[in-house]
């Protein structure tokens, strides 16, 4: 008779010949997989339901995440396809939105459908991508790369519903606020910001310093010099015991590695020109695969004397050596913007070189030895290289969600006590990089100029306040343009937006001072409040930002009867022009840098999406992003006041700009005219405020 039964080992049924006795088969390995099963379960549950310290460095190249295990050790999450660092590329195929390396290979066959660099185009709104007669924002399209990252991490850590993401020193309000925003759209109900030079000191200092961080005997100063794929930005960092304070920052949002593949693709397509006399960078298809292959080069002639570039353009094909000491020659004047904002983060400080202990290095693209080798002559010294160039901003920005976490009231982390006691008892300090003021009529030339209440390098959270008097008896509103300096000298200021302050009591006699509060919180953004100190009545403020007034344009209802605008048009015939030519357009115009043609990317248009565009979705996650931008757009503009003075007089009845008679174009009311301002001894100009 033959007999089977199970072994604990294999399930496979094993004859037996001869009838067995019933036995309990007893397996010593089964049995300790099943209680320590048991035992796992509810521990990993109750790890996936604690919040995760999580960061971010969102890059114009590559971007990475990271998060801290329970020793408070940053680690890097992979990708679904293993890789640590992920293409800030967006490949759209069909209803499909691919992301990372995928995307990166199709740049090559597909170009129209493929978007990248778009970091260079953050707080920018009026730059889109068509795709499929759909507009793209900068702000959609990185919210698809953040969604990619976050969605590998939650196969790993569970739920994530906040993190920190890094932006460069330089980056201003607007594209601030417009990462926060990609940030949401992404599926993120809490985002905080960190300026990336600070991030990666804090990665240097808790992870290379470690324990004997809380030991040091004097301050330290380090300058970072962070030089990524799009950008360079530079901190003066000063770091004692439990202690992290930035002294300064500088930077440029236009200089980085793409900058570098930049002259090799010149240089590979002038030969080719010579050989053939047609120019590889006119085709979509023939500029990404030379983009690409001067990628490749770049990274060879780090460590070779020479690299080789494939170019191939309407049926020819050619491979030339690209000679080291010919790129850097031709890379010498990106070599001088660097040094010259080296130095300048220096002597604009009123620090030398004998104030710096350290240079810290970081960034993909300070691996090349032209760079490295101009820091040692600057410097005088032996550069720190030990942060990984590519995840060192994302570990740091895990080490400051860490601190946030570990200062919140009730907090559920995976940190173990020593972990969480070290990350509390750190405190981090930035500074902001552009000044902050108002716009103001200058007496003399009667042009609007700026008056910059905020230096920069001011350290934050800070504030500060400045009063200016009401212009007419009664009024209740008030106009203020908020500016922000330009990211650099010679550089334009931009204007962040306008605060409508109201419900004034209805009394207050002409001449009435009203305090305007503008404030930096410590993840750099603007808050604005203002206060009528005889009454202590405090004021509404709304900041209205600039990104959004096409958009708004578009939604304004055009009313029955006319509206005229201060320069006379009527608003349906001004709203009836193309975009381009509106003051809104006009303003965003001014304000974005002229950007070099991307060798790869969709058409860019100077038009927004329009809501009934973004409302069809690419696929189930442009869904999501769609549904949660829409929830963020809470800002609005009046687009009856197409310049500024410093301060509008605004209608009691409706609310609107008045006429210099003090007549309201909207309504139809009559006010006192305004009077003409005198100078008069003992007393401010009216026209300063």
Not at 57 to 82: F, M, R
Not at 429 to 447: F, M, P, Q, T
């Amino acid at each position: 008779m033959e007999t089977r039964h199970r072994s604990c080992y294999d399930e496979r049924p094993i004859a037996r010949t001869a009838p067995l006795t019933p036995v309990f088969c007893f397996c010593v390995p089964t049995l300790f997989r099943r209680i320590t099963e048991r035992i796992r379960r509810p521990l990993e549950s109750s790890f996936m339901n604690k919040t995760h310290a999580v960061g971010i460095d969102l890059g114009t190249t590559y971007s990475c995440i990271a998060w801290l295990n329970e020793h408070g050790q940053p680690v890097t999450i992979p990708n679904q396809e293993g890789e640590l660092s992920t293409p800030s590329v967006v490949f759209f195929e069909d209803s499909t939105a691919i992301i990372g390396t995928e995307a990166l290979r199709n740049a090559i066959a597909r170009p129209e459908r493929v978007v990248q660099n778009v970091k260079r185009f953050m707080g920018h709104s009026a730059k889109s991508w068509e795709i499929d007669g759909k507009r793209l924002t900068p702000v959609q399209i990185s919210a698809l790369i953040l969604r990619k990252l976050i969605g590998s991490a939650q196969q790993q850590l569970g739920e994530i519903t906040e993190a920190v993401i890094t932006v460069p020193a330089q980056f201003s309000d607007a594209q601030r606020h417009a990462t926060i925003k990609a940030g949401h759209a992404a599926g993120l109900s809490k985002v905080e910001i960190i300026n990336e030079p600070v991030a990666a000191a804090l990665c240097h200092v808790l992870g290379s310093e470690g324990l004997a961080f809380t030991e040091l005997a004097a301050d330290q100063q380090l300058m970072v010099y962070d030089l990524g794929g799009g950008t360079l930005d530079l901190a003066i960092v000063k770091y004692a015991s439990n202690e992290v304070r930035v002294v300064a920052s500088d930077g440029d949002l236009e200089l980085g590695g793409l900058d570098w593949t930049q002259v090799i693709v010149d240089m590979a397509a002038e030969k080719f020109i010579e050989d053939f006399q047609l120019d590889p960078r006119s085709e979509p298809e023939s500029h990404q695969f030379l983009a690409l292959e001067a990628e490749q080069a770049k990274r060879s002639l780090s460590v070779r004397p020479r690299a080789a570039v494939t170019v191939q353009h309407e049926g020819q094909r050619r491979t030339y050596q690209i000679e080291k000491k010919e790129f850097e020659v031709r890379s010498a004047r990106l070599l001088t913007r660097s040094e010259s904002i080296t130095r300048r983060i220096l002597s604009d400080n009123g620090f030398g070189w004998a104030h710096v202990d350290e240079v810290l290095t970081t960034g993909g693209s300070s691996r090349m030895p032209m760079v490295r080798n101009s820091l040692k002559k600057l410097s005088g010294r032996t550069l720190n290289s030990s942060l990984s160039p590519d995840q060192s901003i994302a570990h740091g920005a895990a080490y400051y969600a860490g601190m946030l976490l570990s200062n919140q009231l009730n907090a559920r982390t995976v940190f173990n006590t020593e972990a969480s006691t070290r990350l509390k008892n750190v405190k981090q300090h930035s500074v902001n990089a552009r000044a902050l003021g108002i716009l103001i009529r200058d007496a003399e030339s009667s042009k609007r100029v700026p008056h910059y209440l905020i230096p920069p390098n001011t350290t934050l959270p800070t504030s500060r306040t400045h009063r200016f008097g009401t212009v007419v008896d009664r009024q209740t509103k008030v106009h203020v343009r908020i500016v922000e300096s330009g990211a650099g000298p010679g550089k334009p200021h931009t204007i962040l937006g306008d605060c409508h302050i109201s419900d004034l009591p209805t009394d207050l006699p002409e001449g009435t001072e009203v305090e305007v509060t503008i404030s930096y919180n410590a993840s750099a953004r603007v808050q604005v409040t203002a206060v009528e100190p005889q009454s202590g009545r405090r004021a509404e403020t709304e900041i209205i930002r600039h990104e959004n007034l096409t958009a708004q344009l578009q939604e304004v209802p055009v009313p029955d009867t006319p509206r005229k605008t201060a320069a006379g048009k009527p608003e349906a015939a001004r709203q009836a022009q193309p975009a381009a030519e509106t003051p809104a357009a006009k303003v965003s115009a001014e304000r974005t840098p002229a950007a070099k043609p991307a060798p790869a990317k969709p058409a860019m248009t100077e038009q927004p999406p329009t809501a009934q565009e973004t409302d069809r979705s690419l696929s189930d996650e442009w869904d999501l992003v769609t549904d949660r931008l829409a929830e963020f757009e809470d800002f609005h503009f009046d687009p009856a006041i197409d310049e500024a003075v410093e301060p509008v007089v605004l209608c009691n009845e409706c609310g609107e700009a008045l006429n210099p008679d003090g007549s309201c174009s909207f309504c139809g009311a009559k006010h006192p005219a305004r009077p003409t301002v005198k100078k008069k001894k003992g007393r401010r100009k009216k026209s300063s405020r």
